[in-house]
């Protein structure tokens, strides 16, 4: 009954996205302010009866409800509850039921906290981002349904794929669907804009926001999936290269050049045209990242469902809204006007040059990600396009970014100077030296250029901070007007530093990891050690275990440095019940050294077992980078909220109650 | 038959990054590539031989490098290029002989011929073409700032409220 019922409120969702595409929209064309205001309440039920939908399909999940042809296939009665719920959007239907109630829930929040929009703006906002909203549910309805019922249901379920019973998966994709989904309010506010021929910095002020707060979800999603793929898949890889990864990155690419183009339109109201056409762009990669994701046209090492029917239906929708949205601004780019005049040496003529650099990456990303397909469809030759191509072309690209990153911030508006800003990165730069010295030191192996790029990580870091100690006036001022300062700063302005600093962070981890990992491979018998990374790992023998839903093997390590014991890691080799599938849990030690990374393999007979045991220096600096850049997006939503969202009495009471 | 074809359907159709090692892990079990008897005894050559394995696609693997992968037919790749290095052969005369048997799709990094030419030549047209857009559109610029941006009074009035708020 519950099922019917979610059934119903998911149809009942698609009318009102229905009545919400087309209602307001002709408010807004002649000025009829009741039909405009119908978009707030149509916009929040649209999320409510969704709510209704999603909680109904959870229920059936929790109480295993084999009854529902969803829950037969991706569910079974003894996994764990926490995965009884992930699994909601372990599949198909699920995952496409969320991605239309972060849609909507995107929707409801322009309907409630956009109070300062232009009324006609507004209306048509909402009515775009209801024919997005429009098309998926259509999608659902026809295609993927995840209320159908079996007629005979199964004892119990064919369970949730092993790999993905894990916590960090449970949640990533929500984390990243907020992200993909949520650079569909900057799409929507492109196209309203483009309807009312309008553009100008509040455009871009009021867009931001919600930009911003896409990019914060997609960096910690596109995070998670990676900290996962290193734990979990057994050989300490963090990021592969596959296409369905390039369909994550692809969009939040293109999203960071237009939170920092979209800064440029609102500081300076340059680059209109270009922020409105990167806003049309990112959302579009994220539809065709659906597409590559769901239609199966790409091999990945991810390979998915091949469904055409899908697959074209998705299609559809992506050449709806990409061409629709293409041509629209093809028709109405060219009445926009270009303001605010620039010198390219100045903080626009460097934000410029991110866009450059970004939009080329993005580019090249998606050019090496289809040129497999294209090439194949049009002459028939099969070629791979893997790690190597994609290193040897997005890293030349990032270098410049990187090196360019600390001058930013540094250059005034219009007119910079560079050698004033280079000057003030002295120290930066001194500290970027010691760093090689110190890491050739280190190390005689690796990669000569290794120790660079380690020290462009820590220049971008000190570039960061060198910004904010010349805006506090640090050492150049007396201790409380650097206080005072410091406390004034406006929160954007840390929200940027964190954001530059854990890029800087990120790719000290990357290199250091990529250029320094250590790794061992070997047969050990019970007894026997073996050196990595300055601990010795000594193996105890295993023996078998059983979790609430596998059997396993579990292999006992004794690390040591030098005399002091440091851990006993325990990794195993598991068999799931439900489906029958076996997966590897690796014992991880970590420390700010880097992590010692300790997986078995196969049984070798007599109690020995295949052995892989690596050190991987810095590799947490990664994720812990991202989820700084996450944390500066936070805080500098936060600020933006309490001046521009917010009622004009906020700002006076605010700095209270922020002390 | 319908229902069946449609649960398979579902079982397989699953979303981003959570679908994606789903099947792989129904096609080869836990990742775990190189085996302890593989490896060579000179280090030189082991280095050597994995740096070439990570360029090489696994065939029957969907995007993975033999280097990654546990599938038997990628153990057998990686043997024989061991057994290459072996016989003396450079790293070259490896790959070579290695897509003369397989052909161009086993290697990652495509080669650079006419029909990779778009693909290894568009970062740098891109980037190109970008420069050069950047520089004609300064260039033609129309020196008129911001007045005429269609505002009204009234919202001119509330912008440069909001503007003013902020400095």
């Not at chain 1, 119903?8 to 002649?30: E, S, Y």
């Not at chain 1, 004794?558 to 890691?569: K, M, N, Q, W, Y």
């Not at chain 1, 010692?596 to 590799?619: E, H, K, M, S, T």
């Not at chain 2, 693997?61 to 061991?82: G, H, K, M, T, Y």
Request: proline share 6%; hydrophobic share 50%.
């Amino acid at each position: 009954m519950i099922i019917e019922f979610g059934h119903f409120a998911l149809i009942l969702a698609l009318l009102v996205a229905a009545f919400q595409t087309v209602v307001p929209a002709i408010g807004a064309r002649t000025n009829d302010a009741r039909l405009m205001q119908v978009a707030e309440p149509a916009a929040v039920s649209q999320l409510f009866l969704l709510l209704i939908a999603f909680v109904a399909l959870m229920h059936a999940y929790i109480t295993s409800d084999f009854s529902v042809a969803n829950v037969a296939t991706n569910s079974h009665s003894t996994k764990p509850l926490i995965y009884k719920i992930s699994g909601v959007w372990g599949n198909h239907e699920g995952s496409m039921l969320l991605w239309v109630m972060i849609l909507a829930l995107f929707g409801a929040a322009v309907a409630l906290f956009g109070n300062n929009l232009p009324p006609t703006l507004k209306a048509n906002v909402l009515a775009v981002q209801a024919s997005i909203a429009l098309a998926f549910l259509l999608f659902i309805v026809l295609t993927s349904d995840p209320f159908a019922r079996l007629e005979i249901p199964p004892a119990d379920g064919q369970g949730l794929n092993p790999i993905l019973q894990d916590p960090a998966l449970a949640f990533h994709p929500p984390f990243l669907y907020t992200g993909y989904v949520g650079f569909s309010i900057a799409f929507s506010f492109a196209i309203a804009a483009l309807i009312e021929g309008r553009i100008d910095a509040a455009w871009a002020r009021w867009v931001r926001p919600w930009t911003l707060a896409a990019w914060m979800f997609l960096t910690i999603g596109i995070a998670m999936g990676s900290w996962w793929a290193y734990y979990e898949l057994g050989w300490g890889g963090w990021w592969f290269w596959d296409p369905v990864e390039n369909a994550s990155f692809m969009p939040w690419l293109a999203g960071t050049a237009l939170l920092h183009s979209a800064l440029v339109m609102e500081k300076r109201e340059a680059l209109k045209v270009w922020t409105i056409l990167l806003a049309i762009l990112t959302f579009s990669l994220s539809l065709m990242g659906a597409f590559i994701v769901r239609s199966g046209v790409l091999t990945s090492v991810h390979s998915f469902a091949v469904d055409p029917e899908r697959g074209v239906f998705i299609l559809g929708i992506l050449v709806f809204f990409t061409g629709g949205g293409l041509a629209l601004f093809a028709l109405r780019a060219k009445d926009m006007r270009i303001g605010g005049l620039f010198a390219p040496m100045s903080r626009e003529g460097s934000l410029v040059l991110n866009n450059l650099l970004l939009v080329t990456s993005t580019a090249t990303v998606l050019i090496g990600t289809l040129y497999p397909l294209v090439l194949e469809a049009a002459t028939g030759d099969k070629i791979s396009v893997g790690p190597p191509f994609f290193n040897m072309t997005f890293g030349p690209l990032m270098l410049p970014l990187l090196l360019a990153m600390p001058f930013g911030p540094l250059m005034a508006w219009k007119r910079g100077d560079a050698y004033a800003a280079a000057q003030r990165l002295m120290f930066a730069v001194i500290a970027a030296l010691v760093v090689v010295v110190a890491v050739y030191a280190t190390f005689a192996r690796g990669p000569w250029l290794a120790p660079f790029g380690i020290a462009l990580g820590v220049f971008v870091m000190m570039g960061a901070l060198t910004e904010w100690a010349t805006r506090i006036k640090l050492g150049a001022a007396p201790t409380a007007e650097v206080v005072r300062r410091a406390r004034n700063l406006p929160r954007s302005n840390y929200g940027t530093l964190l954001a530059h600093f854990g890029v800087g962070l990120m790719v000290v981890g990357i290199v250091a990891t990529s250029a320094y990992q250590e790794e061992r491979i070997l047969v050990m018998k019970p007894g026997d050690g073996v050196e990595v990374g300055g601990y010795t790992v000594a193996f105890k023998g295993a023996s078998p275990g059983r979790g609430p839903n596998y059997r396993e093997e579990i292999a006992k390590f004794d690390v040591t440095r030098g005399d002091a014991a440091i851990a006993l890691l325990e990794p195993s080799k598991r068999v799931y019940d439900a489906p029958p599938q076996p997966t590897t849990e690796s014992g991880i030690h970590a420390s700010w050294r880097g992590d010692l990374y300790v997986v078995i393999g196969d049984d070798q007979g007599g109690g020995a077992y295949a052995v892989r045991a690596y050190f991987n220096p810095l590799v947490r600096f990664i994720w812990l980078g991202a989820l700084i850049m996450f944390i500066g997006g936070g805080v500098s939503l936060s600020d933006r909220r309490l001046r521009v969202g917010a009622p004009v009495k906020a700002p006076r009471s605010a700095p209270i109650a922020a002390e | 038959m319908k229902t069946l074809r449609r649960q398979l359907l579902c079982l397989s159709a699953m979303t981003v990054l959570m679908a994606s090692l789903a099947q792989f892990a129904a096609i080869s079990s836990p990742a775990y590539a190189v085996q302890p008897d593989e490896v060579m005894a000179d280090t030189t050559k082991e280095a050597r031989a994995r740096a070439l394995s990570l360029q090489l696609r696994c065939l029957v693997c969907q995007n993975q490098s033999i280097d990654d992968s546990d599938a038997p037919l990628a153990r057998d790749l990686r043997v024989l290029v061991r057994e290459r290095i072996t016989a003396g052969d450079s790293d070259s005369d490896v790959m070579d002989y290695v897509v003369a048997r397989y052909g161009d799709f086993v290697l990652l990094k495509p080669p650079f011929k006419l029909s990779t030419l778009v693909l290894w030549l568009s970062p740098i047209l891109l980037l190109a073409a970008g420069i050069a857009m950047m520089r004609s559109s300064t260039r033609t610029r129309p020196l008129r700032d911001t007045d005429g941006s269609g505002l009204t009074a009234v919202e001119q009035k509330k912008l440069d409220e909001i503007l003013k708020r902020e400095t």
